[in-house]
């Protein structure tokens, strides 16, 4: 595989590392076996339902949720969960209707799927880095990598049906200090060539929408589905959120997608093999309209930054495999 700025990382998996380093991460699965949550040593943690392999929450240190999630977000596997990020695959959207996935659900399977949780990966903070960290004033440099993995032979009959190609998906969760990547690895187990399109539909939280802005997408192609208008040109730096939005960014040339609030920068999104970003906020009607958005006017505290491959569809070859994924860097 060629060297890319941003590949997702492997983490080492050693326990002489452990041996030697000072306090570890910490990964536990709910007694329901319904959820897996990693917490690193300086308080970050992560939890991911494995209905959907949806991670549902992200907070840091000092507890502070990254990611909004809807009080009426259904967390019992009985439809696609309302926030965090949902994972979108093979298809984004309402699939097209002369297409291999054209019998899928709206975002495809992968998110209202059970997924196997594989393990967990760590990267312990050594004890000298971390006595250095520490007197740095800086923070804990331990991380912690959750995989899970989905395959044709785990989906739901129907699914199975409608879109009858031998695949397999491993999906990665890294919980670093300051930051959560998301990666996929799909490959096609089949005989034949397939195509998909993959994205992370993630629910960022933010404190007040009306003082948000969007950096890093001006002059970026864009569809905005809003407006129907199939093909338009970001001419904004700083791009505000100010009603119902809902653009498909294509092709952004920079990696970096960022999220301003009140003037300070909140959220870094980088891409990696990821081409395109959509940008949804559904505002006061859509939300209302909606029976799992909670409260109402919750559409005041979230905005979708959704790194994604999905303004093409990618063919994978039989035996091929595929990678892509996204970093947020919380900056608060
Ligand atoms: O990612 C934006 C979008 O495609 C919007 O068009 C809207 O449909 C949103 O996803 C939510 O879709 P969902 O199927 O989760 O209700």
Request: net charge negative; with cysteine.
């Amino acid at each position: 595989m060629v060297e890319r700025p941003h590949k997702p990382s492997s983490l080492p998996n050693t326990a002489a590392a452990a041996k030697s380093a000072g306090p570890q991460p910490t990964v536990d699965i709910s007694d329901d076996n319904a959820r897996v949550t990693a917490r690193l040593p300086s308080g970050e943690s992560v939890t991911v339902l494995l209905y959907g392999a949806t991670v549902i929450s992200w907070k840091n240190a000092d507890g502070t949720d990254n990611l909004w999630l809807s009080e009426k977000a259904a967390l019992d596997g009985s439809k696609p969960v309302r926030g965090g990020i949902p994972v979108v695959f093979p298809v984004f959207g309402p699939p097209p209707s002369n297409h291999a996935t054209s019998s899928l659900p709206q975002h495809g399977f992968a998110r209202n799927s059970r997924w196997e949780y594989l393990g967990k990966s760590t990267s312990e903070a050594s004890a000298e880095s971390e006595r250095a960290s520490t007197a740095a004033g800086g923070a804990d440099s331990s991380s912690v990598k959750l995989d899970f993995g989905l395959y044709s032979s785990n989906l739901s009959p129907e699914a199975r049906k409608a879109w009858p190609y031998d695949f397999g998906v491993v999906y990665s969760v890294t919980l670093g200090p300051g930051s959560l990547q998301t990666a996929v690895n799909v490959r096609n187990e089949g005989d034949k060539a397939w195509e998909f399109q993959v994205l992370f539909h993630t629910y960022l939280s933010v404190k007040d929408i009306s003082k948000t802005h969007l950096t890093g997408l001006l002059g970026v192609t864009y569809t905005d589905k809003v407006l129907s208008v199939p093909s338009a040109t970001e001419s904004t730096a700083s791009l505000p959120i100010t009603g119902e939005t809902d653009r498909v960014y294509k092709a952004i040339p920079q990696s970096t997608t960022s999220v301003v609030v009140d003037g300070a920068p909140r959220f870094d999104v980088v891409r990696d093999n990821l081409p395109d970003t959509v940008v949804w906020n559904p505002w006061k009607e859509k939300a209302a309209a909606m029976a799992d958005f909670a409260p109402d006017d919750g559409y005041k505290s979230m905005i979708c930054v959704e790194a994604g491959a999905v303004a093409e569809w990618t063919k994978l070859e039989a035996g091929d495999t595929w990678e892509g994924g996204v970093t947020y860097r919380s900056l608060l």
